[in-house]
């Protein structure tokens, strides 16, 4: 099973930037506790990260070649304005976990609404970087699940 994570603008400042929401483990140590999650359950994990719009919808685009079966994402502030990601992820038809670190309802009106995640099966907010973890889990879950029903 393969898995993409996809980080939006700004996630490679994590560590850096406004600890009180999003804590102080980079995008590196997040991604090294992910590949050791991945590991542990027997799956492949890739990971992307873009300030741009248009790269993560390429990206999610190029998944359905690569073969992914599943996708994290935290589209960041896209979360808020992109249908164009809303979209790929749509038009992908790949199984999405939309993660955001911080509560995302408890913050400006304006982050209260995602355009991306109907588009996904599941969205997990406000638990920080384990976020990620609990998304990898669950999409892993999900797709096992949905593999022996399809045997």
Do not use: W
């Amino acid at each position: 099973m393969k898995i993409l994570v996809i980080n939006g603008p700004n996630m490679q400042l994590l560590g850096r930037r406004k600890a009180e929401f999003y804590g102080t483990k980079t995008l590196p140590e997040i991604e090294a506790d992910l590949r050791a999650v991945a590991d542990s359950l027997g799956v492949t994990v890739d990971f992307f990260q873009s300030n741009h719009e248009g790269a993560i919808c390429d990206r999610i685009a190029d998944a359905i070649a690569d073969g992914v079966d599943g996708i994290v994402i935290n589209p960041a502030a896209y979360t808020h304005t992109s249908i164009a990601i809303h979209d790929a992820l749509e038009a992908a038809a790949i199984p999405a976990v939309e993660v955001h670190m911080s509560n995302i309802q408890a913050r400006d009106d304006f982050r209260r609404t995602s355009l991306t995640a109907p588009a996904c099966i599941a969205q997990i907010a406000g638990l920080g970087a384990d976020g990620y973890e609990f998304a990898l889990r669950a999409l892993v879950r999900r797709l096992s699940a949905a593999s022996v029903q399809t045997r």
